[in-house]
Each structure stands twice: as structure tokens, then as C-alpha cells.
């Protein structure tokens, strides 16, 4: 979160460029509005390419909290079903249950399923082991994120960078470039332009560490239920504890 000062100062410096006149009265009625108004009407290619990256970014996120609901990972009476399938001896009808329920805990159920033939220390490893396999999984989806924030940011830069580029080239090719750049008018659209690349990909980056750490909290949480889960369907396999021979 060290970028959030930097995005901050961004999203200001945008809004002072955006106000017809510097009182904080002009900055909440008219800045915000003046400023995003003037993005959508005078975006270019650089502004369309980071406005198309901060909407995919968007829906990878809707998409990732989509698969991380919780009726989804862990769905609401498979341990029972499971359970009482296992009471009825069919264990065969219980391992594929899990298969088919295609979910992050019916992994772990099968996982420990697939070794009733073995030792408990045996089953007990394999959930274990399966619940650790599906956090990696479920974190390097999320890690995609930590690349989307740098990426905002880097190309937030550059498009402010090519924006600077292309106004220094354009002046040159003018007779007289003193007017130029004394004209409020062209300034104040090599401003827009400047901090409108900023602002795209400070807000790409800022919802990417956004969605990134508040996916990684949620799935900490669910493969902690994950374990708790195995645990209690490991209940009836556990060895009753050794008594001592008086």
C-alpha cells in the first residue's frame, strides 16, 4: 500500500488541473466533475489502452471473487452427505461425492478418501497436502493482481511520459513555440493528458492491491475452514489414545 500516497497526490494535482478557479469551494463543486469530463471527451490511444486494461482488470476481478465464494469452495452439507454415506460403509459412493462436487473442500475429502486403505497418518498427510496444493493454486491466481498493480503504475508513467513527448514534439513543429507554450489553453491540455494517464493507471493499480489483499484474507480464512473440515472427517478414523497397563 506504500503507492496510495503517490495516487493520492496524482488524483489532487488532476483536480487542480481540472478547476476553473483555485478555492476549495471550485474543487468540490466543479474539480471532480471538470476533470473526469474533460478525461472522456479528450482521451487518446494511450488513455483508450489504459481505460480497456483498468475494465479488464475490473472484471478479473468480479471473476476471481466469484469463484471464491464460500458456497463455492465449500459447499453448505457435503460433510454431511459425505458422513453418512461413509456410516453406511460406502466409501467408494462418498470418494466420488467429492469428485463430482468439483470444489475446493471436496478435493481435500477425496484426498483423504482415496486413502482409507492406508494408515491415519497416512490420510491425515493427504489432506494436509491436498489443502496446502489448492492455497497455491488459489494464491497464484491472485498473485496476478501484484502484476496488474505494477503494470498500472509503470504504464500510468509512461503514458504520462509519451503525453510530454508528443506535446514537446508538437510545439517544436510550430513557428512560433514562446506562444505555444505560454498558451493556458495548450497547457492545460498537455495537463489533462498528463494526469489522465496518472489517474488510469494509478486507479488500475490501486483496485489490483485492492482485490489482491482482500482475496488473499478471504482465502487464508477458507483453507483454515478447509483444514478444520478434514480434521472432522478424519474424526472417525483417529486411533483411540493408548491406555496405561496398570
Known amino acids: 500500500m506504500r503507492v496510495l500516497p503517490l495516487f493520492i497526490a496524482v488524483l489532487f494535482a488532476g483536480r487542480a488541473a481540472a478547476a476553473e478557479a483555485y478555492n476549495a469551494a471550485a474543487f468540490?463543486?466543479?474539480g471532480w466533475g471538470a476533470f473526469l469530463g474533460e478525461l472522456f471527451r479528450s482521451i487518446d490511444v494511450v488513455g483508450f489502452v489504459l481505460l480497456v486494461m483498468l475494465l479488464v482488470n475490473i472484471g478479473m476481478c468480479?471473476?476471481?471473487?466469484?469463484?471464491?465464494?464460500l458456497s463455492k469452495?465449500?459447499?453448505e452439507g457435503l460433510l454431511d452427505d459425505v458422513q453418512e454415506e461413509m456410516?453406511?460403509?460406502e466409501y467408494e459412493k462418498a470418494l466420488e461425492m467429492c469428485t463430482k462436487s468439483d470444489s475446493l473442500i471436496g478435493q481435500v475429502f477425496a484426498a483423504v478418501l482415496s486413502k482409507t486403505d492406508?494408515?491415519?497418518d497416512r490420510m491425515e498427510e493427504a489432506m494436509r497436502g491436498e489443502v496446502k496444493i489448492q492455497g497455491l493454486v488459489w494464491r497464484q491466481w491472485a498473485r496476478q493482481f501484484q502484476?496488474?498493480?505494477f503494470g498500472g503504475f509503470l504504464l500510468g508513467f509512461l503514458g504520462a511520459v509519451l503525453e510530454c513527448m508528443r506535446f514537446v514534439a508538437d510545439m517544436t513543429g510550430r513557428p512560433n513555440i514562446t506562444l505555444a507554450l505560454a498558451s493556458s489553453f495548450e497547457m492545460r491540455a498537455l495537463l489533462y493528458n498528463f494526469f489522465a494517464a496518472l489517474f488510469l493507471g494509478g486507479l488500475m493499480a490501486l483496485l489490483s492491491l485492492a482485490a489482491y489483499t482482500a482475496a488473499t484474507s478471504k482465502l487464508e480464512?477458507?483453507?483454515l475452514e478447509a483444514e478444520r473440515l478434514g480434521e472432522e472427517l478424519l474424526d472417525p478414523f483417529r486411533p483411540l489414545p493408548l491406555t496405561e497397563e496398570e
Open 73 to 75: 469452495l465449500i459447499p
Open 28 to 30: 468540490m463543486s466543479n
Open 147 to 149: 502484476v496488474f498493480a
Open 221 to 223: 480464512k477458507m483453507l
Open 118 to 120: 492406508y494408515s491415519f
Open 87 to 89: 456410516g453406511n460403509g
Open 62 to 69: 468480479a471473476d476471481l471473487f466469484n469463484h471464491l465464494r
